[in-house]
């Protein structure tokens, strides 16, 4: 697959991920939609890996990398789709944009990398002030919003850490290896969370919209995604895959406005804005001011 075509589809499905979630949560329990999307993952993944004839191992370094993988898929997806029910899709979608700032800020602690530029710090300075503004109308709205908005806060830390943990194994996998062994891990937990959280099936409440939702994240959210993702990785400069942060944000947040009528606060557009411009500083302030000094 082109490169440039896997940049487009990682772009689109990021962009429409927090969307799906919020339609598949709208008549199927949130802890059922994530388990019934993971299952169409692993079946779909499973296949791939049976028709590719793709090496799945299961040794110790392997079933690390999964379980680290599993930490992010669980923790990250289980509190998104819990957040789904009051937290708009616009506002998950930015503070998951803030994941490579955190990630950075756990590489520190974790992987002992380099502490944060000056610009860096400015720019972490300046997502904290603009998830202010973003969180205030969920914060003053009602206490089930402002429950929801920690759970995208605790999910995003997740994701990242996982990100940050997944660094430490050393070993060569193919991508879609990777994918399926983390589903194979992460899906019982997922059953098991719906059993204890929820237990039920009520199918007469359920719509066309939520079950096509959870379809599409099942195929394209947790497959096609996670391949784009890899792929895009490998073929290109981290520059321009840190791009993909700064796109989706802004793209989610026009989606839920205008296919979803979520509201567009002043807040929340001043939020946006400033997240936005800290991510640019943090993604690339640093290459700016070297080029800079060049001249």
């Not at 697959?1 to 772009?11: A, C, E, I, N, Q």
Request: hydrophobic content about 55%.
């Amino acid at each position: 697959m082109p490169v440039k075509l896997s940049y487009l589809l990682l772009v689109i499905i990021w962009c429409t991920t927090p969307l799906g979630i919020v339609w598949s949560s709208e008549t199927v329990a949130p802890t059922l939609a994530v388990l019934m999307r993971m299952i169409i993952g692993l079946f779909v993944a499973g296949l791939i890996v049976a028709i590719a004839n793709i090496r799945v191992p299961w040794n110790k370094n392997a079933c690390v990398l999964y379980t680290y993988s599993s930490v992010g898929i669980f923790g990250g997806m289980s509190l998104s789709y819990m957040a789904a029910t009051s937290v708009p899709s616009g506002i998950i979608s930015l503070v998951f944009g803030l994941a490579p700032i955190l990630s950075g800020f756990l590489a520190q602690r974790l992987l002992n990398e380099p502490k944060f530029s000056p610009s860096k710090l400015i720019g972490l300075s300046f997502a904290l002030i603009g998830l202010y503004f973003v969180s205030y109308n969920q914060l003053q709205t009602s206490q089930t919003q402002g429950v929801g908005l920690l759970y995208v806060l605790l999910a995003v830390t997740l994701f990242s850490l996982s990100s940050v943990m997944i660094k430490r194994v050393k070993i060569a996998i193919h991508p879609m290896a990777t994918t399926f062994g983390a589903l194979v891990f992460v899906t019982p937990l997922f059953a098991v969370l719906w059993w204890l959280v929820d237990g039920q099936i009520s199918v007469t409440l359920w719509n066309a919209r939520s079950l096509w939702s959870i379809a599409y994240l099942g195929i394209f959210g947790s497959i096609v995604g996670a391949l784009a993702y890899f792929h895009v990785l490998q073929n290109l400069n981290a520059s321009t895959v840190a791009l993909s942060s700064l796109i989706t944000p802004s793209f989610a947040l026009a989606l839920g406005a205008f296919l979803n009528n979520e509201p567009l606060s002043q807040e929340l557009i001043i939020g946006a804005v400033i997240i936005f411009l800290s991510l640019a500083l943090f993604q690339f302030g640093d290459t700016v001011l070297k080029r800079s000094k060049l001249k």
